[in-house]
């Protein structure tokens, strides 16, 4: 989903029905999910108040979920090289 989110330059409705777009397809197993600006991939923790977070129940049960970034309620477990200011 990050590469998705650079593909549009931090555009979140496009982002948000590109992905819905593909996961709705049908042709898809996994869902690979990580977050940034929509500048580059750096794996910025993923906020509560992400587009997506109120999919994230149905996909788990109906896909391979995986995780790049950590949602910010593990920010703990965030690489200390990789604070950007969101650690609280």
Request: aromatic share 16%.
């Given at each position: 989903m990050s590469h998705v989110n650079i593909w549009h330059g931090g555009n979140s409705q496009a982002t948000r029905e590109t992905c819905l777009n593909l996961i709705n397809s049908g042709s898809v197993g996994a869902i690979h999910l990580s977050h940034n600006k929509g500048k580059a991939d750096t794996h910025d923790l993923i906020p509560e108040e992400i587009w997506f977070n109120e999919?994230?129940?149905?996909?788990?049960?109906n896909y391979y979920l995986t995780y790049e970034?950590?949602?910010i309620e593990y920010?703990?477990?965030?690489?200390?090289?990789?604070?950007?200011?969101?650690?609280?």
């Open positions: 999919y994230l129940a149905e996909w788990n049960q970034s950590l949602p920010r703990v477990y965030e690489r200390l090289d990789k604070y950007r200011g969101q650690l609280k």
